[in-house]
């Protein structure tokens, strides 16, 4: 799937703009601050209806205004074109139509564009606590297996209203708040388990992508692992019930897949604690690199690669070999100062002020 044109309107820091993307290599250019990242996040949006920068879908419409609209046509790879255009109000519901139809349930754009993202924030998956290493697998998991959107949105829930149910119980568990923890508890066993397996399922399938991904960016062969650390051991349930007192004392649930953690190691050694800024860096592409892999010979998708600035961050060498290590089709990259000499973009759009101009074609 690639995306062909994009439309803004008061998306960010861009009143009204409209673009014809290359399906090749784009370029986009411009000094801090002019909206190269906003573009990307657009892109992200239709893709996920989320912003990769992790805020809440207000702060995406440009000051002042009541609304923002994003509209892109998408080509599959049958050549198939679909429109999509989103309009997100500042009260009330997003509404999404895809060919001028309205979807009932937002969810189903999920899948229609898939992107993987590269953000120099990416390093904080090695370098900081397990929260944003079961983001990434639980993204990967949804890229990977669309239905997952569903379980992972029941867990949510189940948490959601079993924290609040042991919030309301003040440290005390009376006869009618134990017996719907016990329904609550029964739902957490059962999906928390199915997550569970699915993230180490979907871990081992990644673990020899993950390995060459580390190798081919990293320019050095080092043993790459991935470890699922859960918070229970034995079945869920049962450490539910273990856990009961604890939980309810605590007001909140402290053994599930929220509380999993999944260790990352380079050469036998915990990689948040002992491995080179080099060396994470290298160690977070290649996680991006490995769940784009996974989907892509799923066969599932094409994404659409999407790298934010990440090459300022990279020294020459490192730089290269992530443009080699790139799988080819539509990727837009932003940059405010170098390319590396090896990128050389089918297009070239220059941001300036919210506007964006085409620099140069190939
Ligand atoms: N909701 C918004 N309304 C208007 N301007 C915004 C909004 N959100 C961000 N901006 C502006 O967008 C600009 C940042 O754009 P960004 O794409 O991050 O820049 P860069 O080119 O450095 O990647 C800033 O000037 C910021 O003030
Ligand atoms: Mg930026």
Redesign the pocket.
């Known amino acids: 799937m690639q995306i062909r044109t994009l439309e803004l309107q008061n998306f960010?820091?861009y009143e009204d703009a409209s673009v014809t993307l290359s399906d090749g290599l784009t370029a986009i250019v411009?000094e801090?601050?002019?909206?190269?990242?906003?573009?990307l996040e657009a892109i992200s949006w239709i893709a996920g209806m989320g912003s990769f920068r992790g805020v809440p879908d207000d702060?995406?419409?440009?000051?002042g205004a009541d609304a923002a609209i994003l509209r892109a046509t998408v080509v599959s790879p049958d050549g198939r074109e679909q429109l999509i255009e989103a309009e997100l109000p500042r009260v009330g519901r997003n509404r999404i139509q895809v060919n001028r139809q309205l979807l009932s349930r937002a969810r189903d754009l999920l899948g229609v564009v898939q992107v993987t993202v590269f953000s120099p924030d990416d390093l904080d998956l090695v370098k900081d606590g397990p929260a944003l290493r079961r983001r990434w697998i639980d993204e990967a998991l949804v890229s990977r297996y669309p239905k997952h959107d569903a379980v992972r949105s029941d867990l949510e829930r189940i948490l959601k209203q079993r924290n609040a149910l042991l919030r309301s119980a003040r440290g005390r568990l009376d006869g009618d708040t134990a017996f719907t923890l016990d329904v609550w508890d029964e739902k957490l066993a059962a999906t928390g388990q199915a997550v569970r397996d699915a993230r180490e399922t979907l871990l081992a399938e990644m673990a020899p992508r993950l390995a060459g991904a580390y190798d081919a960016v990293a320019r050095q062969a080092t043993a790459v692992e991935t470890l699922y650390e859960p918070s229970w051991d034995g079945d869920l349930a049962s450490a539910l019930v273990a856990s009961r007192d604890y939980d309810v004392r605590r007001g909140v649930s402290t053994v599930g897949p929220h509380r999993d953690e999944i260790l990352l190691r380079l050469g036998g050694a915990p990689a948040r604690t002992h491995a080179s800024q080099g060396e994470q860096r290298s160690l977070a592409l290649a996680l991006r690199l490995a769940a784009d892999a996974i989907v892509r010979e799923a066969g599932v998708a094409e994404p659409v690669l999407l790298l934010d600035?990440v090459f300022s961050e990279l020294d020459p060498g490192r730089a290269e070999a992530l443009l080699g290590a790139l799988p080819g089709g539509q990727r837009l990259l932003?940059t405010?100062a170098w390319l590396p000499p090896a990128a050389v973009p089918d297009s070239v759009l220059r941001?300036e002020a919210g506007r964006i101009t085409e620099a140069s074609g190939g």
């Open positions: 960010r820091s411009g801090n601050g002019q909206g190269k990242t906003n573009l702060a995406l419409i440009r000051l600035d932003t405010a941001v």
